[in-house]
């Protein structure tokens, strides 16, 4: 008579069931909405330590604006498109990096460092058997006599990062002094900046490797736009191979201030329309330099999150739908771009799991074949211009 009927204790259990499946779903919404937080302020924090780094390279670019008083080029910009990894001889259709070299103002702790590595270099070519603290005074001895001049060359190239996934990129990047040379084997040496294709035997993607050093991990994508005397309009998010009529009136992907024969056709790194031919690389009167440059870059999330998708199926080269493991968790938009190993998709539309509509091989990648599994990035994309101080057009040529 004082304890509880079945039915009492039905609805109490049914209540409390109730309360704790709503206690759930808050705690499962708050911890979902703290690591999304979580992770857009990391997203976020790289993005913006990207802009700064290359943004930082970038502003320190060198040119002359007029080339009245000049008596040789020595401020030669080049952008080219070329394949990733710079291998003497690239697989048919492979996927291309933009690859930029320039003259750049030196910071003076960065020229005595190159300097010194030059200097040091020059002492034990003449005597190879002198120990380190000998061949350290010779070095002092001679840096007293070489003037800091404040000018170097920068070279810039996105690389295949090391690791399980073929998605992820490296800016590399090295500074040399003027007509400063490397090794590229044995007794061979040779200056980057005259040699017009990087890659080709003259010299090779590892000796380019050898030379720089990574500024920027844990990139998807990297992409240069120079705004010259026909530029109307920035290129939309797919970079395209240069020399296509698509970029008329638009920003370019190539460039070579010296407009000295070096970008003719896609085999040296892309078609650029101001190119004049060899005799103009010696008369630096003709020269065009860009106004600005555009730079795009995609950071990709930090590895140790859940990743932004995975297939569910695999996906040839040729399909134009994948199938994602609950689609409603990627957070990508109902159009846009995804990363799967080393190429870049664009898709329509989302429907459930599915996304439809893509367009393979985007931003100068290979189509390839993805087996289930595999993961899909979004990365948070960053977007700035830099003024280029020096632009100089050429409205007779």
Same mark, same amino acid.
């Given at each position: 008579?004082?304890?509880?009927?079945?039915?009492?204790?039905?609805?109490?259990?049914?209540?409390?069931?109730?309360?704790?499946?709503?206690?759930?779903?808050?705690?499962?919404?708050?911890?979902?909405?703290?690591?999304?937080?979580?992770?857009?302020?990391?997203?976020? =924090? !790289?993005?913006?330590?990207?802009?700064? %780094?290359?943004?930082?390279?970038?502003?320190? +670019?060198? $040119?002359? /604006?007029?080339? #009245?008083?000049?008596?040789?080029?020595?401020?030669?910009?080049?952008?080219?498109?070329?394949?990733?990894?710079?291998?003497?001889?690239?697989?048919?259709?492979?996927?291309?990096?933009?690859?930029?070299?320039?003259?750049?103002?030196?910071?003076?702790?960065?020229?005595?460092?190159?300097?010194?590595?030059?200097?040091?270099?020059?002492?034990?070519?003449?005597?190879?058997?002198?120990?380190?603290?000998?061949?350290?005074?010779?070095?002092?001895?001679?840096?007293?006599?070489?003037?800091?001049?404040?000018?170097?060359?920068?070279?810039?190239?996105?690389?295949?990062?090391?690791?399980?996934?073929?998605?992820?990129?490296?800016?590399?990047?090295?500074?040399?002094?003027?007509?400063?040379?490397?090794?590229?084997?044995? =007794? !061979?040496?040779?200056?980057?900046?005259? %040699?017009?294709?990087?890659?080709?035997?003259? +010299?090779? $993607?590892? /000796?380019?490797? #050898?030379?720089?050093?990574?500024?920027?991990?844990?990139?998807?994508?990297?992409?240069?736009?120079?705004?010259?005397?026909?530029?109307?309009?920035?290129?939309?998010?797919?970079?395209?191979?240069?020399?296509?009529?698509?970029?008329?009136?638009?920003?370019?992907?190539?460039?070579?201030?010296?407009?000295?024969?070096?970008?003719?056709?896609?085999?040296?790194?892309?078609?650029?329309?101001?190119?004049?031919?060899?005799?103009?690389?010696?008369?630096?009167?003709?020269?065009?330099?860009?106004?600005?440059?555009?730079?795009?870059?995609?950071?990709?999330?930090?590895?140790?999150?859940?990743?932004?998708?995975?297939?569910?199926?695999?996906?040839?080269?040729?399909?134009?739908?994948?199938?994602?493991?609950?689609?409603?968790?990627?957070?990508?938009?109902?159009?846009?771009?995804?990363?799967?190993?080393?190429?870049?998709?664009?898709?329509?539309?989302?429907?459930?799991?599915?996304?439809?509509?893509?367009?393979?091989?985007?931003?100068?990648?290979?189509?390839?074949?993805?087996?289930?599994?595999?993961?899909?990035?979004?990365?948070?994309?960053?977007?700035?211009?830099?003024?280029?101080?020096?632009?100089?057009?050429?409205?007779?040529?």
């Amino acid at each position: 008579m004082r304890g509880f009927t079945l039915i009492e204790l039905l609805v109490v259990m049914g209540l409390l069931s109730g309360f704790l499946l709503m206690l759930v779903q808050l705690v499962d919404s708050g911890v979902r909405m703290f690591g999304e937080g979580e992770l857009g302020q990391a997203l976020a =924090d !790289r993005s913006s330590r990207a802009q700064r %780094v290359i943004q930082a390279e970038l502003t320190q +670019l060198y $040119g002359n /604006a007029t080339g #009245r008083d000049a008596d040789r080029c020595g401020d030669r910009l080049v952008l080219q498109q070329l394949p990733i990894g710079l291998p003497t001889q690239p697989e048919r259709g492979a996927s291309l990096v933009q690859v930029l070299r320039a003259a750049v103002h030196l910071a003076p702790d960065r020229e005595l460092a190159l300097v010194e590595t030059m200097l040091l270099a020059r002492v034990l070519a003449a005597t190879p058997t002198l120990d380190d603290a000998t061949a350290q005074k010779q070095v002092a001895q001679l840096r007293q006599n070489e003037p800091l001049r404040g000018l170097g060359q920068l070279l810039l190239v996105p690389w295949r990062q090391e690791g399980p996934d073929d998605a992820l990129l490296e800016l590399r990047a090295g500074w040399l002094l003027p007509g400063q040379l490397i090794p590229i084997g044995p =007794d !061979r040496l040779v200056d980057p900046f005259v %040699v017009p294709v990087p890659g080709s035997p003259d +010299l090779p $993607g590892m /000796a380019v490797y #050898r030379m720089t050093l990574p500024i920027l991990q844990d990139l998807l994508h990297v992409e240069f736009q120079a705004w010259g005397q026909r530029s109307r309009a920035w290129g939309d998010g797919n970079l395209a191979a240069a020399g296509a009529e698509v970029f008329a009136g638009k920003a370019l992907p190539v460039w070579d201030s010296a407009r000295g024969g070096w970008l003719v056709d896609m085999a040296s790194g892309g078609v650029f329309p101001f190119d004049r031919g060899a005799p103009s690389a010696a008369d630096p009167r003709d020269d065009v330099h860009p106004d600005a440059l555009l730079v795009r870059c995609v950071v990709a999330q930090p590895a140790d999150y859940a990743p932004e998708g995975l297939l569910a199926a695999p996906l040839e080269a040729a399909d134009t739908t994948l199938r994602l493991y609950d689609g409603d968790r990627f957070p990508g938009r109902d159009s846009g771009y995804l990363k799967i190993r080393g190429e870049w998709i664009g898709y329509s539309e989302r429907q459930g799991d599915r996304l439809l509509g893509l367009r393979r091989g985007q931003r100068l990648t290979k189509p390839l074949d993805h087996p289930a599994g595999s993961r899909v990035h979004v990365g948070r994309s960053v977007e700035f211009v830099v003024p280029m101080p020096h632009g100089k057009d050429d409205w007779n040529g």
